[in-house]
């Protein structure tokens, strides 16, 4: 779902983060609140399409976004046909799943050092509220690089349990995954302290 | 700081949940090349993580060049790089690229300033080739020189490492080894299981259930800590 950067040269790569953002952000508000009308939807796909192809990547990694959320698009599907008509459902889930995607093409393009300038001078504003820019950050840098990491985990746990032939179950896998996972935050907490980032 | 870092511990005690895991350590060190070495649970790591202030004395006082650990911890950890076991705990940023340039964050350089110390790291550790591969898709060695990269970016006058081959393979531990004790020009506090990495140190220090065993040179201090755990 994180799309990690993918190096190139195109436009996309090249416009400032913050651009991208604002653009992203602008085009979510217009898929939203022309979510009624039937063009809306095959017009928003065709410029998703676009942009990729625009940014050299081409349509292996728009592919590949689309089938790793496959899990919202189901649940988001499931939840909603149970309350909606089938029409309305396929068209918040398809709003949806373009967002998810475009969201990705702007981690696809830009180093993540440069999102978080782009975050961090956004958010300067707020500092007289208390807010602290950097902080928020590396929050997000920390989140991003913890995914596969934790990724990792769950899949050394499921290995564990089958190796000793004990069936998987939810509470057998989540309780040392949280366990892993705050072992894990404390060694990076010292990490950190170590690199001198208080 | 120029010159040779001195280490010096007078005292020190630290206690956890009323578990001793040093106790009353003096010592003064300079050499280039310090081995620490000693069974699991004997306080070598605990001695090693007071040195850039990842642990408190309990009681007792400890100076790595003039400057306590705890109290000057933010001015002295630009000068103690420290590199710990497991290498996924290290890395900060998604790419190799970005995790060596987030030692740098706050240091006043250029980006270009930034761009040149990186490719020459990138150089230093081989992983020129990896430089916009995702961190996670490394190998444990290549990941452990990251971490040392990430360390060795910074400049730092002191390279403090607590186990840094212990989830290496053999191949990846003596290139890790022989890069931290023949390469880089820094002082070096190696904390290791691995004895032939601690006898090519220019001392070595023994630890035992939380006490300085003994200290000096590294083939004696090695060779009678492998006669007793015989």
């Not at chain 1, 998703?48 to 959320?69: E, N, S």
């Not at chain 1, 046909?81 to 696809?108: D, Q």
């Not at chain 2, 004895?195 to 004696?220: M, N, T, Y």
Request: contains cysteine.
């Amino acid at each position: 779902m994180i799309g990690l950067y993918q190096p190139g040269t195109s436009l996309l790569h090249r416009t400032p983060a913050g651009v991208k953002v604002l653009v992203f952000a602008a085009l979510t508000l217009a898929i939203a609140l022309t979510a009624g009308g039937v063009w809306t939807l095959p017009a928003a796909g065709c410029l998703t399409a676009a942009l990729y192809l625009l940014a050299g990547l081409g349509i292996r990694p728009l592919l590949r976004q689309l089938c790793a959320a496959r899990w919202i698009v189901l649940v988001m599907l499931v939840t909603q046909v149970i309350f909606l008509p089938v029409l309305v459902a396929l068209t918040n889930t398809g709003r949806v799943l373009i967002v998810i995607v475009l969201a990705a093409l702007i981690t696809l393009t830009t180093r993540i050092p440069a999102l978080l300038d782009a975050t961090e001078r956004a958010l300067a504003p707020f500092r007289r509220f208390g807010v602290n820019p950097a902080a928020i950050g590396l929050l997000l840098a920390l989140t991003i690089t913890a995914i596969p990491v934790i990724g990792g985990f769950a899949t050394a746990i499921r290995e564990a349990q089958r190796a000793r032939g004990a069936p998987v179950r939810l509470q057998t896998f989540v309780v040392p995954l949280l366990v892993m996972s705050l072992k894990h935050s404390d060694e990076l907490a010292d990490a950190l302290t170590a690199r001198g980032i208080e | 700081m120029n010159g040779k870092l001195i280490i010096q511990f007078e005292s020190v005690s630290v206690e956890f949940a009323g578990r001793i895991a040093l106790r009353d350590v003096s010592i003064a060190l300079d050499a280039q090349r310090i081995g620490v070495i000693g069974s699991n649970g004997s306080g070598k790591s605990t001695f090693a993580r007071m040195l850039n202030g990842l642990v408190t004395p309990t009681s007792g006082a400890v100076k790595v060049h003039g400057l306590d650990p705890v109290r000057d911890g933010k001015r002295l950890r630009r000068h103690v790089g420290f590199i710990f076991s497991n290498p996924d705990a290290q890395i900060v940023m998604p790419t190799v690229t970005e995790d060596l340039a987030f030692s740098l964050r706050g240091r006043g350089l250029t980006r270009s300033q930034v761009a040149e110390r990186v490719a020459s790291t990138l150089e230093s550790i081989d992983l020129v080739v990896h430089a916009d591969a995702p961190t996670h898709s490394l190998s444990s060695g290549q990941k452990q020189l990251l971490a040392l990269g990430a360390i060795l970016i910074g400049e730092p006058d002191l390279v403090v490492a607590d186990e840094p081959t212990a989830l290496l393979d053999a191949a990846n531990s003596r290139k890790i080894g022989n890069r931290l004790l023949d390469e880089i020009p820094q002082q070096l506090v190696l904390v290791t299981h691995d004895l032939r990495l601690a006898a090519r140190c220019d001392i070595v220090l023994r630890f035992e259930s939380g006490k300085l065993h003994e200290h000096g040179d590294p083939r004696s201090v090695v060779a009678r800590y492998e006669r007793d755990h015989a």
